[in-house]
């Protein structure tokens, strides 16, 4: 039982191309995040939803999009893809986003390269 | 400068010793602090977190926070070489009531045989 999905786990694509990733937790938690992880593993912050409502947007550019359809899922669509935008990105979640002591749950991450 | 800074490392220790990894923060009102465990390839795990000053104890693990100091750290007894990881200090900056954890860039820890 996968607590915290991700899928696809590798994503080869062409620069230009438009790509989705999708997200689905089981453990009954309020909040998702995205994060990305570049090639020198800095991981950062890119978005936050808390039951349904965008609470972060961290200067992301407008090519993604993130979308949650209900609690359980947060969805990361990506325009225009660029080189820059190769890197292992992040699904967690946590019980509630409310509070600073939120054990965050990590997905296995999907690998995104871009030709 | 950064808001939360590691040494990249590796940090070289022989297996049995102590591992001691630190991290530095830049946001004074920061309150609560994590730290968690990425082996290559995988995810990131949480295994500590801490919100007092002064050691929280895990098993084998020691969390330190002096938030005066903006200093936090963990101590790894008896390091094994599964260990061998890299370390993530991730500190809570979030200016409203919702979470946004700022990570370093992580410590390497290599636990020799």
């Known amino acids: 039982d996968t607590a915290v999905s991700q899928t696809p786990k590798y994503l080869v694509t062409q620069m230009g191309n438009d790509k989705s990733i999708k997200c689905e937790q089981n453990?009954?938690?309020?909040?998702m995040y995205w994060y990305k992880q570049d090639s020198k593993k800095f991981l950062k912050i890119m978005f936050s939803?808390?039951?349904?409502?965008?609470?972060i947007n961290e200067t992301v550019p407008n090519r993604f999009s993130p979308k949650s359809p209900d609690k359980a899922h947060l969805n990361l669509h990506i325009n225009s893809l660029e080189l820059g935008d190769s890197a292992v990105y992040f699904c967690?979640?946590?019980?509630?986003?409310?509070?600073?002591?939120?054990?965050?749950?990590f997905g296995d991450g999907t690998r995104l390269s871009i030709l | 400068q950064k808001e939360v800074e590691q040494n990249s490392g590796p940090l070289s220790v022989p297996e049995g010793a102590i591992a001691s990894l630190n991290c530095t923060y830049s946001d004074r009102v920061s309150q609560s602090f994590f730290w968690y465990r990425q082996y290559s390839g995988k995810s990131p795990e949480l295994i500590m977190s801490i919100y007092s000053n002064g050691d929280k104890e895990d098993g084998r693990f020691t969390a330190q926070l002096n938030k005066a100091s903006q200093y936090v750290s963990l101590l790894i007894r008896d390091s094994q070489p599964s260990d061998s990881a890299t370390y993530l200090c991730a500190v809570n900056m979030a200016n409203t009531g919702f979470q946004k954890l700022v990570f370093g860039t992580g410590t390497r820890l290599l636990v020799s045989p």
């Open positions: 967690a979640s946590s019980p509630t986003g409310r509070g600073g002591n939120q054990p965050q749950h």
């Open positions: 939803y808390n039951n349904k409502e965008l609470i």
């Open positions: 453990l009954g938690h309020d909040t």
